[in-house]
């Protein structure tokens, strides 16, 4: 059965490639041109769902379903605006041909290489962290997809096969087969829902996990998952309507976040080390740790600390294997029962001092969960050192510190520290906490109203062009430049994910909102590498991300970094001013991109334009031209 699935998704990969050789791959190439981008994307889709015939009749079926897919025709802003902005459309202007890079480079990741990694202090996991190179180290050349490359399998298939070209690492396949986190079988990596605590399958722990904790009624929804492995606890907990972002570093278990996201679940390049993480405070409903092989009590307690820094009041923390029931465990594990002894000790009496009630020990599972206010917690203040709640949100290559952070006050002992948030999907449209107390200066309760109607209305003006939006096609999609959140909001679908970035110069620190809407995200500067893979996100949105970083770095290095994260046949749609939008359209002309420029849905005396773009496949290679004609 997996051959089968392979040669299907094989053949619809050539047939949008095409045959150099062959006319009729050419042939219908030509009718994408002159369709429009919105049948692009349209028949896309349907192409690699197997509906098309052979020779002239996939090219008569391609002109009917161009004929009924003709919104851009009435769109043409190179025909209106053309003049205005020569950048666009003249063709005096030499476009700039970006090669591919070498074969060695089809895994790389910028600010996470290895061979760099291995020039910093191993201390603390340090050399684990972000590094990037310097601007005169980094690449300008496209990132090659492996040879083989297929599209992922629409969710929820993906979370059990991924195609084995996209991510061919075996060492994990052997390393852990007795804890049975992915088997290799022919064609494909097969996740069966193993994994190191979960011998009886990811459900079976979630299940038990949710005996104590309330999962599947919406009050907890966002959650963390630290040394995620190859994410499959992330990958079930969509089942209960929890989404978790998950992270683990690049080391000797090789590929494992690769994984996670090939599976179609959020995952990122991280660790806990030196500098804290890129998530606001009070965050997440749920934090988790699977033998993820943190140092718990290192450094007086740190790490436990910044996780009661990104966890909400009333949040839960569960800590499942060493040193939880040693007692039972320590043969097994071939570690000393003293030392064990004296962990579970120390970790039992942190968790104390940050205010954590136990709430459940069974076998190797241990949860806390977190106060609803300082209230409970009066032996604490009195016991530890306090962070500066007004600096509590500065944490973009800040280093951890050894406090704690305060609760917001409350009134009485029954207040949640905060505010109590709505069951998810309730609070996704509700007033977030954060804007109804006024605490994010410059947003009101009516300009987040107004905010979530306008993207509502984005939202459905870019359906009308890319119909694939409502389908399985995208599965990952990254939001360049958030803001509150509510384009993630306007998309919110089971068949997809988005990765919300605030930019760490952006206007506004909107993260925390975000969160409280019950969707993820994190802080990030563009003119980094992101703490990703290649060919990691389906669908990518651009909004004014240029003209934010317009005096900050170049467009170029920005545009090959979204080449990189962007799988082949993967979209973009930027959301910018005209003018910017035309130096896009220029550089992206010589990546093996394909453009279309169309008016605001307003109308084409709105100066912001939209661009869509979709990335053409190729793999390591292929030598032909970068320029699309």
């Not at 990694?117 to 690449?139: D, S």
């Not at 996740?191 to 722990?205: E, L, N, V």
């Not at 806390?368 to 509590?392: A, G, H, I, P, Q």
Request: with cysteine; glycine share 6%.
């Amino acid at each position: 059965m997996s051959s089968e699935i392979w040669m299907n998704n094989s053949r619809s990969i050539m047939a949008i490639k095409g045959n150099p050789g062959d006319n009729r791959s050419r042939g219908p190439a030509s009718i994408f041109i002159v369709a429009g981008l919105c049948c692009f994307f349209y028949l896309i889709g349907v192409w690699q769902r197997g509906s098309f015939t052979k020779g002239d009749s996939k090219a008569l079926l391609i002109t009917k379903r161009a004929e009924d897919c003709s919104i851009l025709s009435n769109l043409e802003y190179e025909t209106h605006h053309g003049d205005q902005h020569g950048l666009v459309d003249d063709p005096k202007l030499k476009i700039k041909q970006f090669e591919p890079c070498g074969e060695k480079y089809v895994d790389y990741t910028p600010c996470h290489d290895q061979m760099r990694a291995m020039t910093f202090p191993i201390e603390n996991m340090n050399y684990r962290e972000r590094h990037c190179p310097p601007e005169e180290e980094k690449l300008h050349c496209l990132i090659p997809a492996p040879k083989g490359y297929i599209t992922p399998f629409p969710w929820p298939k993906s979370r059990d096969y991924v195609p084995y070209a996209n991510a061919p690492h075996k060492s994990l396949t052997v390393e852990k087969a007795v804890q049975n986190w992915v088997q290799h079988e022919g064609d494909l990596l097969r996740f069966t829902g193993g994994g190191t605590q979960f011998p009886h399958g990811a459900d079976a722990y979630i299940d038990q996990l949710a005996s104590v904790i309330p999962m599947g009624n919406g009050t907890v929804r966002t959650a963390l998952d630290t040394g995620c492995g190859v994410a499959s606890w992330g990958a079930y907990l969509f089942k209960k309507n929890v989404i978790a972002m998950s992270f683990a570093p690049r080391d000797s278990h090789e590929a494992q976040v690769q994984f996670a996201l090939e599976r179609g679940v959020p995952a990122v390049i991280g660790v806990l080390g030196t500098i804290k993480l890129p998530f606001p405070s009070r965050a997440f409903d749920m934090a988790h740790c699977s033998s993820c092989l943190i140092p718990w009590t290192a450094n007086r307690g740190l790490y436990m600390m910044e996780v009661d820094r990104v966890l909400r009041p009333g949040g839960y923390w569960i800590l499942s294997g060493p040193p939880i029931s040693w007692q039972t465990n320590y043969k097994a594990w071939q570690l000393p029962k003293e030392e064990l002894e004296e962990e579970q000790r120390m970790i039992e009496e942190i968790a104390k001092l940050l205010c954590w009630e136990k709430k459940y020990e069974k076998g190797e599972i241990a949860i806390w969960r977190k106060r609803v206010n300082s209230k409970y917690c009066s032996e604490r203040d009195s016991r530890v050192t306090l962070c500066d709640l007004s600096n509590s949100e500065n944490v973009w290559y800040k280093k951890m510190e050894a406090c704690v952070t305060p609760y917001p006050e409350t009134i009485n002992s029954e207040q949640v520290s905060g505010g109590e948030l709505k069951p998810f999907p309730e609070r996704l449209n509700a007033i977030p906490p954060r804007i109804a107390s006024g605490s994010l200066t410059g947003v009101s309760v009516e300009s987040f109203q107004e905010d979530n109607k306008s993207w509502k209305k984005h939202v459905k003006a870019y359906k009308r062009v890319n119909k694939l939006l409502d389908t399985r096609r995208y599965r990952s999609i990254l939001d360049m430049n958030a803001g509150l959140g509510s384009f993630a909001a306007a998309l919110e679908s089971s068949k997809l994910w988005v990765m919300n970035v605030v930019p760490t110069i952006a206007e506004r620190d909107t993260l925390a909102v975000i969160y409280d809407r019950g969707l993820i995200g994190i802080y990030h500067d563009w003119c980094e590498a992101f703490s990703t893979y290649p060919r990691t996100y389906d669908f990518i949105h651009a909004n004014g991300i240029f003209s934010l970083y317009k005096d900050k770095c170049k467009s170029e290095g920005i545009l090959l970094e979204m080449d990189r994260i962007l799988r082949p046949e993967g979209t973009v749609i930027f959301r910018d001013d005209a003018d910017i939008l035309g130096q896009v359209k220029r550089i992206v002309s010589g990546m093996r991109w394909k453009t279309k420029m169309v008016d605001h849905e307003d109308g084409p005396l709105i100066s912001k334009k939209v661009l869509f773009a979709v990335k053409r496949y190729w793999v390591v290679g292929d030598n032909n031209s970068t320029i699309l004609r």
